[in-house]
Protein backbone atom coordinates (compact mmCIF):
# COMPACT_ATOMS: atom_id res chain seq x y z
CA UNK A 1 0.00 0.00 0.00
CA UNK A 2 1.22 3.28 -0.76
CA UNK A 3 -0.10 7.28 -1.00
CA UNK A 4 -1.81 6.26 -4.69
CA UNK A 5 -4.03 3.62 -2.61
CA UNK A 6 -4.48 5.61 0.18
CA UNK A 7 -5.57 8.57 -2.11
CA UNK A 8 -7.93 6.30 -4.52
CA UNK A 9 -9.33 5.03 -1.18
CA UNK A 10 -10.24 8.56 0.04
CA UNK A 11 -11.55 9.71 -3.02
CA UNK A 12 -13.92 6.44 -3.38
CA UNK A 13 -15.50 6.72 -0.19
CA UNK A 14 -15.55 10.64 0.71
CA UNK A 15 -16.97 11.63 -2.31
CA UNK A 16 -13.80 14.05 -2.61
CA UNK A 17 -12.02 14.76 -6.11
CA UNK A 18 -8.65 12.89 -7.26
CA UNK A 19 -7.08 16.50 -6.73
CA UNK A 20 -8.44 17.16 -3.42
CA UNK A 21 -8.23 13.63 -2.11
CA UNK A 22 -4.21 14.12 -2.86
CA UNK A 23 -3.75 17.24 -1.74
CA UNK A 24 -5.79 16.04 1.67
CA UNK A 25 -4.21 13.06 2.53
CA UNK A 26 -0.58 15.52 1.64
CA UNK A 27 -1.67 17.43 4.37
CA UNK A 28 -2.23 14.29 6.94
CA UNK A 29 1.02 13.52 6.96
CA UNK A 30 2.60 16.93 6.40
CA UNK A 31 1.03 17.76 9.71
CA UNK A 32 1.98 14.68 11.35
CA UNK A 33 5.34 15.67 9.97
CA UNK A 34 5.56 18.73 11.39
CA UNK A 35 4.49 17.89 14.75
CA UNK A 36 7.42 15.29 14.63
CA UNK A 37 9.67 17.47 14.01
CA UNK A 38 9.07 19.68 16.76
CA UNK A 39 9.80 16.44 18.87
CA UNK A 40 6.12 15.56 19.97
CA UNK A 41 4.28 12.43 19.88
CA UNK A 42 1.61 11.70 17.78
CA UNK A 43 -1.01 9.38 19.34
CA UNK A 44 -3.42 6.91 17.39
CA UNK A 45 -5.83 5.45 20.07
CA UNK A 46 -6.42 1.81 18.18
CA UNK A 47 -3.20 2.23 16.52
CA UNK A 48 -0.51 3.37 18.15
CA UNK A 49 2.10 6.12 19.20
CA UNK A 50 5.17 7.64 17.45
CA UNK A 51 6.73 8.91 19.30
CA UNK A 52 10.73 10.89 19.14
CA UNK A 53 13.47 9.68 21.64
CA UNK A 54 16.35 11.23 22.42
CA UNK A 55 19.98 9.42 22.30
CA UNK A 56 22.56 10.10 23.91
CA UNK A 57 26.07 9.68 22.35
CA UNK A 58 27.73 5.87 22.91
CA UNK A 59 30.26 4.11 21.67
CA UNK A 60 30.11 1.67 18.91
CA UNK A 61 31.97 -0.60 17.03
CA UNK A 62 32.10 -0.44 12.54
CA UNK A 63 31.20 -4.10 12.29
CA UNK A 64 32.99 -4.77 9.20
CA UNK A 65 36.52 -3.42 10.07
CA UNK A 66 36.06 -3.98 14.03
CA UNK A 67 36.93 -0.14 14.89
CA UNK A 68 35.55 1.34 17.59
CA UNK A 69 34.06 5.00 16.78
CA UNK A 70 31.85 7.32 18.83
CA UNK A 71 28.15 6.96 17.66
CA UNK A 72 26.80 10.69 18.34
CA UNK A 73 23.32 11.99 20.26
CA UNK A 74 20.80 11.86 18.23
CA UNK A 75 16.53 12.27 17.89
CA UNK A 76 15.00 9.11 16.56
CA UNK A 77 11.09 8.38 15.66
CA UNK A 78 9.95 4.95 17.33
CA UNK A 79 6.62 3.74 16.70
CA UNK A 80 5.14 1.35 19.59
CA UNK A 81 1.55 -0.28 18.39
CA UNK A 82 -1.27 -0.30 20.70
CA UNK A 83 -2.93 -3.32 22.32
CA UNK A 84 -5.83 -3.20 19.93
CA UNK A 85 -3.42 -3.17 16.53
CA UNK A 86 -1.52 -6.20 18.19
CA UNK A 87 -4.34 -8.01 18.67
CA UNK A 88 -5.86 -7.61 15.26
CA UNK A 89 -3.16 -9.00 13.68
CA UNK A 90 -3.27 -12.08 16.14
CA UNK A 91 -6.37 -12.96 16.15
CA UNK A 92 -5.79 -15.73 13.72
CA UNK A 93 -3.37 -17.15 15.69
CA UNK B 1 -1.01 15.38 19.89
CA UNK B 2 -3.94 12.53 19.67
CA UNK B 3 -5.83 11.45 16.92
CA UNK B 4 -8.38 14.36 17.36
CA UNK B 5 -5.91 16.58 17.73
CA UNK B 6 -4.56 15.60 13.75
CA UNK B 7 -8.25 15.56 12.63
CA UNK B 8 -8.62 19.18 13.73
CA UNK B 9 -4.93 20.31 12.38
CA UNK B 10 -6.01 18.91 8.84
CA UNK B 11 -9.64 20.64 9.19
CA UNK B 12 -7.94 23.71 9.64
CA UNK B 13 -5.45 23.40 6.98
CA UNK B 14 -7.43 21.84 4.32
CA UNK B 15 -10.37 24.11 5.36
CA UNK B 16 -12.80 21.05 5.58
CA UNK B 17 -15.43 20.35 8.32
CA UNK B 18 -14.38 18.23 11.67
CA UNK B 19 -16.95 15.26 10.29
CA UNK B 20 -15.28 15.01 6.82
CA UNK B 21 -11.62 15.81 8.93
CA UNK B 22 -12.71 12.76 11.08
CA UNK B 23 -13.86 10.69 8.04
CA UNK B 24 -10.21 11.02 6.11
CA UNK B 25 -8.01 10.42 9.73
CA UNK B 26 -10.24 7.50 10.22
CA UNK B 27 -10.23 5.63 6.60
CA UNK B 28 -6.60 6.29 6.59
CA UNK B 29 -5.44 4.22 9.85
CA UNK B 30 -8.54 1.81 9.47
CA UNK B 31 -6.12 0.71 5.47
CA UNK B 32 -3.40 0.55 7.84
CA UNK B 33 -4.93 -1.54 9.90
CA UNK B 34 -6.46 -3.85 7.10
CA UNK B 35 -3.50 -3.74 4.93
CA UNK B 36 -1.42 -4.76 8.10
CA UNK B 37 -3.99 -7.60 9.09
CA UNK B 38 -3.52 -9.21 5.33
CA UNK B 39 0.22 -9.02 5.72
CA UNK B 40 0.89 -6.35 3.30
CA UNK B 41 3.13 -3.88 3.28
CA UNK B 42 2.66 0.23 3.77
CA UNK B 43 5.06 2.39 2.35
CA UNK B 44 4.82 6.42 2.62
CA UNK B 45 7.30 8.28 0.70
CA UNK B 46 8.74 10.80 2.91
CA UNK B 47 7.35 9.29 5.86
CA UNK B 48 7.86 5.58 6.80
CA UNK B 49 6.97 2.32 6.00
CA UNK B 50 5.59 -0.54 8.17
CA UNK B 51 5.23 -4.46 7.84
CA UNK B 52 4.50 -6.83 9.56
CA UNK B 53 7.31 -9.11 11.77
CA UNK B 54 6.65 -13.08 12.59
CA UNK B 55 8.20 -13.78 15.89
CA UNK B 56 8.52 -17.97 16.48
CA UNK B 57 7.98 -18.84 20.38
CA UNK B 58 10.11 -18.46 22.76
CA UNK B 59 11.21 -19.62 26.07
CA UNK B 60 10.72 -16.26 28.28
CA UNK B 61 10.83 -15.32 31.57
CA UNK B 62 8.59 -13.52 33.71
CA UNK B 63 10.37 -10.64 34.46
CA UNK B 64 8.42 -10.35 38.24
CA UNK B 65 8.52 -13.97 39.78
CA UNK B 66 11.33 -15.60 37.57
CA UNK B 67 9.14 -18.61 36.33
CA UNK B 68 10.03 -19.97 32.71
CA UNK B 69 6.82 -19.42 30.55
CA UNK B 70 6.89 -20.41 26.42
CA UNK B 71 6.03 -16.79 24.39
CA UNK B 72 3.69 -18.21 21.56
CA UNK B 73 4.35 -17.13 18.00
CA UNK B 74 3.21 -13.43 17.28
CA UNK B 75 3.15 -11.04 14.61
CA UNK B 76 3.93 -7.31 15.32
CA UNK B 77 4.01 -4.43 13.42
CA UNK B 78 7.07 -2.68 12.96
CA UNK B 79 7.71 0.78 11.24
CA UNK B 80 10.59 2.11 9.85
CA UNK B 81 11.18 5.95 9.78
CA UNK B 82 11.59 7.24 6.23
CA UNK B 83 14.68 9.41 5.16
CA UNK B 84 13.38 12.73 4.92
CA UNK B 85 11.77 12.06 8.34
CA UNK B 86 14.31 10.30 10.36
CA UNK B 87 16.41 13.92 8.91
CA UNK B 88 13.93 16.25 10.19
CA UNK B 89 13.31 14.70 13.64
CA UNK B 90 17.26 14.37 14.32
CA UNK B 91 17.44 18.35 15.08
CA UNK B 92 20.06 17.66 17.77
CA UNK B 93 22.92 17.28 14.38
CA UNK B 94 21.24 19.49 12.57
CA UNK B 95 23.88 22.13 11.62
New interface residues.
Given amino acids: ???I??IQ??CD??GFSKKDSA???E???????D???K??????????N?M?K?KKSRRGRNPQSGQEIEI????????K?SQV??R????R? | ???SG?IE??AK??N?TEK?AT???N???K???D???NG?????????S?I?RNYNSYKGRNPKTGSSIEV????????K?GKE??E??????KT
Fill in positions: MTKDINVKLKIVSVFDVMKHLEGEKIKISGFGFVETARRVLTFSLRALNAA | MNKLALKELKDVVLIFGFTALKGRIEIRGFGLVSPKRLPFFVLRMVNTVN
